[in-house]
């Protein structure tokens, strides 16, 4: 049989014996398939210039102080306060306890007539809510400025003070339908195929995000925003299952984690849209309208092969089949064997994630792994969503953090096929968390930019882009076959968790104490890079396909596990450990 070049002199399964581990065809798709990561990183990161955190505010004046400049009112009206930096700043939610009946003439003073070191409790009040205008049904509370952020969901909807939490309530909920949509796609492109739910995503994604435009109160936004993120992420996993399976050998490994690129192209454009589009609502229209060339994916890729087989419908995939070996340059008979009879069922169906902790090497390990998965997501998005907070300026800081992933992708699949697994996490994590840190050394608004901070942060981005790219990989070759797609799945269930915390901890952490989050952010990841040295290497190894090969992995009794003695080696088995790879989304 006539080969591509470089094509492995093995396949793992009768289909891609007969289509090739990689060609034409699989190439074009997954390009295709990987556009779905630019509006996944549009949306998951659209929060941030939607709702942006710093919008500086007032109290509103009453429609009497209408012809006052905001200078005039705040000096009149405000009070002072020393912010942590020893900076004094207009107070932000509260003002003078005076009447505002009357204008007053003359030059404008301070409201009270007592110092301001003086003042008590009874002498400022929260923000009250004035009508626009004289005799309009419209009130206001706050007042914003808008030189850098206009039209924001935050003076929509008024997320500031005691209302400043349901920015982190919003994005959070976003990361709970990122969570069911990763599980819910799954199982209904297992059910219905994979272009049914390319299909009916898309247009549900469209709905919900139109929607989402057109909110008129926070809760309906975090309604519609939670099935834009559900829908994005099943359309974004049946993509990267789709475009996975149907190629082996070192390409699941290569484009599992090249499918990531585009997710950072949406990364670094998203800047770019944000800073020309201002208002919240043609901003959040932008970053979903694009998806309606999704559709044409019903029309010009076809059902997977690989899913019809698995139905009983070989007839069906013999056809794409045909084609796709036409496309590859691959001789098709119609007596090819596509499917392998008699598959594995008999120990997966009676695997639960309880085996994973049934014995203490594989319970340690999976432990071990739940917290780096945890951390990676946690310090990976705490810091995305963090941009704002770090200094200098958010668009820069959003177009620098998408850009450092490039590299980061290209690293870690270097260290992939040369290095190994263990040392490379390790080290991305320990020199992650310790950059964190660091950026508690430098003071804001002291150097251009605050260039030293965003350079350090910028380094942890990287490095935690590249853990990520490499637990994935790493994880699922520990893991014994029989348990593989449960421990990748329940690790990916962590990082969930991880996501879903970060902006809670961006939020109430820098409350609390200004460096609280990154001290986390630091710790987190130092640590658990120190915890992957504990896990076994995988690189050149056989991989385990029991509960019992996966229990003596690694340790001085692998030798002895005479079932292995038979294994292939290299990254034809490993091609598989990465076939139920999921994403960081």
């Not at 289909?15 to 998951?44: E, H, Y």
């Not at 009453?62 to 942590?84: N, R």
């Amino acid at each position: 049989m006539a080969r591509g070049e470089g094509e492995p002199l093995k396949a793992e399964d009768s289909l891609l014996t007969v289509i090739g581990n990689k060609g034409r065809w699989q190439l074009l798709t997954f390009l295709v398939l990987s556009l779905l990561g630019i509006p996944a990183a549009w949306n998951m990161l659209a929060i941030t210039f939607l709702a942006p955190t710093g919008v500086d505010h007032w109290c509103a004046p009453p429609p009497a102080f209408a012809d006052w400049s905001p200078e005039q009112w705040k000096l009149y009206a405000i009070p002072t306060t020393k912010a942590y930096d020893g900076k004094v700043r207009f107070d932000q939610c509260r003002m003078f306890n005076i009447s505002y009946d009357t204008v007053p003439s003359g030059p404008v003073v301070r409201g009270p007539a007592i110092p301001e070191q003086e003042l008590t409790a009874s002498s400022v009040i929260p923000c009250r809510s004035w009508p626009v205008s004289v005799g309009s049904g419209t009130n206001r509370t706050y007042q914003y400025n808008e030189t850098r952020f206009v039209d924001s969901a935050v003076s929509e909807f008024d997320l500031v003070c005691d209302r400043a939490g349901y920015v982190a309530h919003a994005q959070s909920s976003y990361m709970v339908g990122i969570l069911l949509g990763a599980v819910l796609g799954g199982m209904l492109a297992d059910w219905f195929g994979r272009r049914r739910v390319l299909l009916y995503g898309t247009a549900l994604f469209l709905i919900f995000g139109i929607a989402a435009a057109f909110s008129t109160d926070i809760f309906t936004f975090m309604v519609l925003r939670f099935f834009v993120a559900l829908n994005m992420m099943a359309l974004f996993t049946t993509g990267f299952v789709y475009a996975l399976e149907s190629v082996g050998g070192p390409w699941r490994a290569i484009l599992g984690i090249s499918y990531e690129y585009t997710f950072a192209i949406g990364f670094m454009s998203l800047a770019g849209i944000a800073y020309v589009l201002k208002p919240w609502m043609q901003l959040q229209l932008c970053v979903v309208l694009p998806a309606v060339v999704f559709f044409s994916f019903y029309f010009v890729i076809p059902e997977s092969p690989r899913w019809l087989l698995t139905q009983g419908r070989e007839e069906e995939a013999r056809e794409i089949i045909e084609k796709i070996c036409r496309k590859n340059g691959r001789p098709y008979k119609s007596t090819m064997k596509v499917v392998d009879e008699g598959a594995t069922e008999d120990e997966d169906e009676k695997v639960t994630i309880l085996d994973l902790f049934r014995t203490p090497n594989l319970r340690i390990r999976t432990l071990n792994f739940y917290y780096n998965w945890f951390v990676n997501s946690f310090v990976y998005y705490g810091l995305s969503l963090n941009s704002g907070n770090l200094g200098g300026d958010l668009f820069v800081n959003i177009f620098i953090g998408g850009a450092v992933e490039i590299p980061a992708y290209a690293l870690s699949t270097l260290a992939l096929l040369k290095t190994g697994r263990r040392l490379p996490l390790c080290i991305s994590m320990v020199i992650g968390g310790v950059a964190c840190l660091c950026t508690m050394i430098f003071e804001k608004d002291v150097y251009t930019l605050d260039w030293p901070i965003v350079t350090c942060a910028m380094i942890g981005k990287f490095c935690i882009s590249a853990s990520f790219a490499i637990v994935y990989v790493y994880s699922a070759e520990v893991f014994p076959t029989v348990l593989r797609t449960t421990g990748v799945g329940s690790s990916s269930m962590c990082a969930r968790i991880g996501s879903i915390v970060a902006p809670y901890v961006g939020t109430y952490g820098a409350q609390a104490y200004r460096y609280l989050p990154v001290i986390l952010f630091g710790i987190t990841s130092i640590l658990a890079g120190l915890l992957a040295l504990l896990l076994p290497e995988t690189k050149g190894k056989a991989l385990p396909d029991t509960i019992e090969q996966g229990e003596v992995f690694g340790t001085k009794l692998e030798g002895q596990a005479a079932a292995m003695t038979e294994k292939p080696t290299g990254e034809e088995n490993r091609a598989y450990a990465t076939d139920s790879m999921d994403t960081k989304l």
